[in-house]
């Protein structure tokens, strides 16, 4: 499976923006790019997620280098309530190699949010 | 709100009883999913289903197992808990052609 690798841990100040990123040099063709977070004491939840495009929803944009190695997921402005694990996850859309759709976790990036 | 519950949210055990987990859905979404968590790490899939009595393995298998005799309840089971199956367990859900899946609370299991 290939993988991704991000920082252990970035901070930042409320209501600047945040980028948070993200390295999978090994990625294929097939990969999609998924962001979730969790927060305290709760269970993981749906950011954002893309393939080849940038993507922007209500809750944060995602950036996708042009050799997909690695991308880059912006919170426009961070608020207290966006301090959070961030997990960057790929996952293999191919039907023969994931059936289930499964997501595989790494470490994450725990966010800090300063007032 | 996806509609999901997990039951029950805390449970301490001991050493070689049997602990059953329910994962509990209102909305018929075909796949769902049963993740441990330990500390400082993120989720490792242990089992997870396409259908009512279809399931398959996940990364984390052993000594867990898993029924689905209706599209709503996914229940996680391990025969005889060990200590090293202390973890927070998450239940999700996924709606068929989507590729986003929505987590349920979680389960605090201690096993002594």
């Known amino acids: 499976d290939a993988k991704t690798t991000q920082p252990n841990s970035m901070e930042s100040n409320e209501e600047e923006p945040v980028h948070l990123p993200c390295n999978h040099s090994?990625?294929?063709?097939?990969?999609?790019i998924h962001w979730y977070r969790q927060l305290p004491s709760q269970g993981p939840e749906y950011v954002i997620h893309?393939?080849?495009s940038n993507v922007n929803n209500r809750m944060a944009s995602l950036a996708i280098a042009e050799d997909r190695k690695s991308s880059t997921l912006i919170l426009h402005r961070a608020t207290l309530r966006d301090a959070a694990v961030y997990y960057c996850?790929?996952?293999?859309?191919?039907?023969?190699?994931?059936?289930?759709?499964?997501?595989?976790f790494g470490g994450g990036t725990r966010l800090m949010v300063k007032p | 709100d996806a509609g999901i519950t997990q039951s029950p949210r805390h449970k301490v055990t001991e050493t070689g009883t049997p602990v059953t987990l329910r994962c509990h859905q209102t909305?018929?979404?075909?796949?769902m999913y049963w993740y441990r968590q330990d500390p400082g790490h993120g989720l490792r899939l242990i089992h997870y289903?396409?259908?009512?009595?279809?399931?398959d393995k996940g990364e984390v298998s052993d000594g867990y197992s898993v029924s689905r005799s209706k599209t709503e309840d996914f229940l996680l089971t391990l025969e005889s808990a060990t200590s090293s199956q202390t973890s927070v367990y998450f239940c999700?859900?996924?709606?068929?052609?989507?590729?986003?899946?929505?987590f349920g609370p979680g389960t605090r299991l201690t096993v002594l």
């Open positions: 996850i790929l996952r293999d859309a191919t039907p023969a190699n994931n059936a289930g759709n499964m997501l595989t």
């Open positions: 909305e018929n979404h075909r796949y």
């Open positions: 090994t990625i294929s063709g097939t990969d999609y």
């Open positions: 999700a859900i996924r709606r068929q052609g989507a590729d986003e899946q929505f």
């Open positions: 289903s396409y259908g009512v009595k279809d399931t």
């Open positions: 893309g393939l080849t």
